[in-house]
């Protein structure tokens, strides 16, 4: 599903993480560990092909995979069920029914996304994975704002996702409700040796 071969990643021109190897098969999830500012978000933006990489490869599946970051995409005057619409649509899917049931979004179908609270943005957010109809999924810190009820949510449709031959690579610092569902990977140990001051150059990436 994913192979990560050597992979190293930059923020403001300089390398952070290299040396990375990875295989992540079909029904298998992954959480990438370590302390804020190591390169969790950076290293997902890299296999997304949303930045160019330092060095190495990262072969992805054909029919790509579906990436979520910090923001969570929707449309605020669009309501939640047109959200769904909009983007099972984008990635050629129809039927948003058992997204909505999975996020338990049933009853907010009909509110406009701007009138949801942070927990409800972040679980229309995470629904949209469903309507993509992709085997692979990049998720960086995906619980941002859930309560215990919504990453127990969360943490179902995952493995219903791995249990129909999906895989999940996730970035977190804190339990994702998986238990042996998801290994994990600590990131520390492939943190580049930072460059003497002076070297370097570029700017940070908005969403590194």
């Known amino acids: 599903m994913l192979k990560v071969r050597d992979l190293g990643v930059s923020r403001g021109g300089i390398t952070i993480l290299e040396g990375i190897n990875l295989t992540l098969a079909s029904g298998a999830a992954l959480v990438l560990t370590g302390p804020n500012g190591i390169g969790k978000t950076t290293l997902l933006r890299t296999i997304a092909g949303l930045q160019l990489a330092a060095s190495g490869t990262a072969l992805l599946p054909p029919e790509g995979l579906a990436y979520a970051g910090h923001a969570d995409g929707l449309k605020a005057t669009l309501t939640v069920a047109e959200n769904l619409t909009f983007w ?16 338990d979004l049933d009853a907010l179908a009909d509110r406009p996304a701007q009138n949801l609270s942070a927990g409800q943005k972040r679980r229309l957010g995470l629904a949209r994975l469903l309507v993509t109809g992709r085997r692979l999924w990049l998720l960086d810190e995906p619980t941002v704002s859930l309560d215990a009820a919504s990453v127990r949510l969360f943490a179902e ?13 996730m970035a977190s610092h804190i339990d994702l409700g998986l238990g042996g569902a998801a290994t994990t990977l600590d990131l520390a140990p492939y943190r580049s040796r930072l460059p003497e001051p002076g070297q370097g150059g570029g700017f940070d990436e908005a969403f590194a």
């Open 88 to 103: 099972a649509r984008v990635f050629g899917q129809d039927g948003i029914g058992a997204a909505l049931t999975a996020m």
């Open 157 to 169: 449709a995952v493995r219903s996702h791995l249990a129909a031959g999906g895989a999940a690579l």
